[in-house]
Antibody, heavy 121, light 113 residues
Framework: QVQLQESGPGLVKPSETLSLTCSVSGVSINSYYWSWIRQPPGKGLEWIGC???????NYSPSLKSRVTISIDTSRKQVSLRLNSVTAADTAVYFC???????????????WGQGTLVTVSS | QSVLTQPPSVSGAPGQRVTISCTGS?????????VHWYQQLPGTAPKLLIY???NRPSGVPDRFSGSKSGTSASLAITGLQAEDEADYYC?????????????FGGGTKLTVL
């Protein structure tokens, strides 16, 4: 079955760059787009963006200026970089397989367990 | 403020039927973008519950059903069970002058009385 595992530092200082990795197993990384989604403590879900095995990306308009999502097909890993972080970026970060339709991200079929990242000095 | 509006909470007794609404606008649900629903049990990741408005992934009980009309969608749960107590999120796509991307509702907490 599809398994996704997020990893990375749990604490990042304000103004620095948040970096996370999602390891994909149980499915060809070419089968889906791969998204990052975050959830601040006690709040709702926010889509950050996604990447395809070709390297093609789509980003949320609200985060586009600070986000880079990349893919390493040989390692079956998807990476997230979010720069100039503030306390508002504190959240659980999930990676998720993403079905595309009509050239747009449609839905998220499989999710990782998520990893909490706290932005604090 | 979420692009898609959901009630913050709903509740029902075991065996009852509850519905959760998801209200959008002409730039998302009303623009014929599909709606999907996720269930998030306490302390876990969201799980796809309904996709493309009315479809259930394999393993999701038929007690869960979805519908869509105009600029809104709804999730119905019949025969409510204690294990259904969770947060539920709707999701669609939004395309407007300010940009395009995936949008979620704010989430609805279901309490089984």
């Amino acid at each position: 079955q599809v398994q996704l595992q997020e990893s990375g530092p749990g604490l990042v200082k304000p103004s620095e760059t948040l970096s996370l990795t999602c390891s994909v197993s149980g499915v060809s990384i070419n089968s889906y787009y791969w998204s990052w989604i975050r959830q601040p403590p006690g709040k709702g879900l926010e889509w950050i963006g996604c990447v395809y095995f070709s390297g093609s990306t789509n980003y949320s308009p609200s985060l586009k200026s600070r986000v880079t999502i990349s893919i390493d097909t040989s390692r079956k890993q998807v990476s997230l970089r979010l720069n100039s972080v503030t306390a508002a970026d504190t959240a659980v970060y999930f990676c998720a397989s993403t079905t595309f339709r009509g050239g747009k991200p449609e839905r998220f079929d499989y999710w990782g367990q998520g990893t909490l990242v706290t932005v604090s000095s | 403020q979420s692009v898609l509006t959901q009630p913050p909470s709903v509740s029902g007794a075991p065996g009852q039927r509850v519905t959760i609404s998801c209200t959008g606008s002409s730039s998302n649900i009303g623009a014929n973008f599909d709606v999907h629903w996720y269930q998030q049990l306490p302390g876990t990741a969201p799980k796809l519950l309904i996709y493309v408005n009315t479809n259930r992934p394999s393993g999701v009980p038929d007690r869960f059903s979805g519908s869509k009309s105009g600029t809104s969608a709804s999730l119905a749960i019949t025969g409510l069970q204690a294990e259904d107590e969770a947060d539920y999120y709707c999701q669609s796509y939004d395309s407007s002058l300010s940009g395009s991307g995936v949008v979620f509702g704010g989430g609805t907490k279901l309490t089984v009385l």
